[in-house]
T-cell receptor, first 115, second 109 residues
Framework: NAGVMQNPRHLVRRRGQEARLRCSPM?????VYWYRQLPEEGLKFMVY????????ESGMPKERFSAEFPKEGPSILRIQQVVRGDSAAYFC?????????????FGSGTQLSVL | AQRVTQPEKLLSVFKGAPVELKCNYS??????LFWYVQYSRQRLQLLLR??SRESIKGFTADLNKGETSFHLKKPFAQEEDSAMYYC???????????FGRGTSLIVHP
């Protein structure tokens, strides 16, 4: 089991472009969390998804940000029309269906840099 | 609203010294608390949970409901303990852990 896989590791975008961040959860895991880490800050929750469902997106900015976790394929965090303030490390975590909140398994993160 | 406070951004100790990483939380119900650790060039991973009452790598943490704290302690720090440590809170009925901002522990030889 390769663990939670995030790609790309580093993503550079110019202002106004779109950023797509991918997360493949661990095998057998059906819960995915996205967190954002800004410099000097901790991990801030963004969105919690199960297969084909957004369970909680209370931490997601209302505009430009969206997330999905389709039946097949990885979870995608999409940021449209990126701005410099979106520069951060984005972490994905997954957990198994029978104990979704007991232990999170994290990916290595995607560092987004907006020029 | 629930909140996790880690007051120290950086904690620097010498090898063999005791270490305590502070974590305070605000939540009125019965929380579940966790410590996660991120070693250099590795992923964030669970270190321990208060509900398990376990000692991992010599670290322990006791939930103090009166002081709303969950400090992480180790009597004799080792160089390999140098890492970023995050305290996390899970409130009753929630599936979403709230993380503190993290404390960087540096253990000098």
């Amino acid at each position: 089991n390769a663990g939670v896989m995030q790609n790309p590791r580093h993503l550079v975008r110019r202002r106004g472009q779109e950023a797509r961040l991918r997360c493949s959860p661990m095998k057998g895991h059906s819960h995915v969390y996205w967190y954002r880490q800004l410099p000097e800050e901790g991990l801030k929750f963004m969105v919690y998804l199960q297969k084909e469902n957004i369970i909680d997106e209370s931490g997601m900015p209302k505009e430009r940000f969206s997330a999905e976790f389709p039946k097949e394929g990885p979870s995608i965090l999409r940021i449209q029309q990126v701005v410099r303030g979106d520069s951060a490390a984005y972490f994905c975590a997954s957990s198994p269906p029978d104990s979704p909140n007991e232990k999170l398994f994290f990916g290595s993160g995607t560092q987004l840099s907006v020029l | 609203a629930q909140r996790v406070t880690q007051p120290e951004k950086l904690l620097s100790v010498f090898k063999g010294a005791p270490v305590e990483l502070k974590c305070n939380y605000s939540y009125s119900g019965s929380p579940e608390l966790f410590w996660y650790v991120q070693y250099s060039r590795q992923r964030l991973q669970l270190l321990l949970r208060h509900i398990s009452r376990e000692s991992i790598k010599g670290f322990t943490a006791d939930l103090n409901k009166g002081e709303t704290s969950f400090h992480l302690k180790k009597p004799f720090a080792q160089e390999e303990d140098s890492a970023m440590y995050y305290c996390a809170l899970l409130s009753g009925g929630s599936y979403i852990p709230t993380f503190g901002r993290g404390t960087s522990l540096i253990v000098h030889p």
